[in-house]
């Protein structure tokens, strides 16, 4: 085998153990381990026989390593993402990773952010370029992951890139029916502000033909859907952030949402 062969062989054999420890480095928010993997991926994308790159002083890391998944399809970007790591996702977007990239269940970087609650990774994905209404393979939105897991600030954050918090999941099911159904009172307050739709019906399987207020749990949850839909007839009285009043209807106050995940602030600095 000639020596430049070798050399090709050698680097296609390291790709991909150089995208596990990329991974490792990105959920870890290890940026100096990260850059140490990219430049080992820019040193074997140089001896690649692709004559731009050997024309470049610093070519560009490979594909192959910054975009390698692991089992799940989930790459360093998705990682970093989930674990709210947004040095590592800066590093890794200026590097070229691509923002829009799914894993094996079709969840791209912004639906990790959401489903961890990590406020400061979302804002930075959604500057980037992320689009606020991308869903799943299940038709899950990022704003239904951070409303199914109780997180207000990312629902918040979503909602004002754009969010449509109406989009439905497989089965016809809204985030509003999502939160009603799992008894989350503050959530499904603060989506009724910011406009859910209180009579969307679902269309298949236990969502087929119901609305939020038919999947309800918790006397709370049902008190709250009770005066959406009798806002239609006669208009309730909200506060001044736009949530409901429920002060003059004899109820029990609700809890305050949960804050977003609390890594966010020694991960973000």
Sequence with gaps: MSPLLLLLALAAAEEPATGERLRQAAARGDVVSMRRELHAAQCMAAHRDD??????P????????????DK?????????????????????????????????AGARAIHHAAIGGRSAALRLLLARGADANSRDADGVSALMSAAMNGYSESVALLAAAGADMNLPARGGATALHV???????????QLLALGADVDARGTAHQWCGKTPLAMARG???????????????APVKRTEDGALDLRDMGLPDLPPPPPDNLDDAHSDE
């Design 51 to 56: 004559a731009a790159r050997l024309a470049s």
């Design 58 to 69: 610093l070519p560009p890391p490979c594909d192959a390593v910054l975009e390698a998944p």
């Design 219 to 233: 006397a709370e949850v049902l008190h709250l859907l009770r005066a959406a839909v009798m806002q239609r007839e």
């Design 179 to 189: 939160t009603a159904a799992d008894n989350l009172p503050g959530m499904v307050n």
């Design 72 to 104: 799940r399809g989930r790459t360093a970007l998705h990682l970093a993402a989930y674990e709210g790591r947004a040095p590592a996702l800066e590093a890794l977007l200026a590097a070229g990773a691509d923002v829009e990239r799914t894993d094996a």
